[in-house]
T-cell receptor
Framework: ETGVTQTPRHLVMGMTNKKSLKCEQH?????MYWYKQSAKKPLELMFV???????ENNSVPSRFSPECPNSSHLFLHLHTLQPEDSALYLC?????????????FGEGSWLTVV | TQLLEQSPQFLSIQEGENLTVYCNSS?????LQWYRQEPGEGPVLLVT?????EVKKLKRLTFQFGDARKDSSLHITAAQPGDTGLYLC????????????FGKGTTLSVSS
């Protein structure tokens, strides 16, 4: 149990579908993240929310839309994705206030776009 | 572009051997974290190092942060099959840790 839970764990969607990934953290953290993990690439930061406000968006295509309704929940809304978007999507959270701040990851959502 | 070079990329060894994984960058980090990830799962934090020159031990794993806080190493003594996995280092470029860059990882396979 990592304190960060993601659902669904596996998702297969067509290119015209709309789906959402959900993340919930039980650690009392105030920052949440979406990362993308593809084969043979470093983990790529997609979005950062701190105190429920988006503070970083690393030029992610608009077909990915994040939502952070409160400090414990984070969503990633998906629409008109491409096959190359198939990857492991990892949610993470952190305290964001202390030196040596550590990020804790969820188990990930495996996304396959067909 | 800020990069975190991790080496080796792949390592296949026998049970009982020792190994070292390296993480190098030209950037100075406020902290550095090591994670271990198993197939189909998210990365699990092993350790965070903050102070230049710091050494931390976790059973058979020894982590060292370089004096200049630009590099780090992970040394495993007497590796076991249970150590098999992907080892990731991640450097924090700011105190809050929201600017975190990852290495590509080292895939370790330990056979009995």
């Amino acid at each position: 149990e990592t304190g960060v839970t993601q659902t669904p764990r596996h998702l297969v969607m067509g290119m015209t579908n709309k789906k959402s990934l959900k993340c919930e953290q039980h650690l009392g953290h105030n920052a949440m993240y979406w990362y993308k993990q593809s084969a043979k690439k470093p983990l790529e930061l997609m979005f950062v929310y701190s105190l429920e406000e988006r503070v970083e968006n690393n030029s992610v295509p608009s077909r990915f839309s994040p939502e952070c309704p409160n400090s414990s929940h984070l969503f990633l809304h998906l629409h008109t994705l491409q096959p190359e978007d198939s990857a492991l999507y990892l949610c993470a959270s952190s305290d964001g206030q202390t030196s040596g701040n550590t990020i804790y990851f969820g188990e990930g959502s495996w996304l396959t776009v067909v | 572009t800020q990069l975190l070079e991790q080496s080796p990329q792949f390592l296949s060894i026998q049970e009982g051997e020792n190994l070292t994984v390296y993480c190098n960058s030209s950037s100075v980090f406020s902290s550095l974290q090591w994670y271990r990830q198993e197939p189909g799962e998210g990365p699990v934090l092993l350790v965070t190092v903050v102070t230049g020159g710091e050494v931390k031990k976790l059973k058979r794993l020894t982590f060292q942060f370089g004096d200049a806080r630009k590099d780090s190493s992970l040394h495993i003594t007497a590796a076991q099959p249970g150590d098999t996995g992907l080892y990731l280092c991640a450097g924090a470029l700011n105190q809050a840790g929201t600017a975190l860059i990852f290495g590509k990882g080292t895939t370790l396979s330990v056979s009995s």
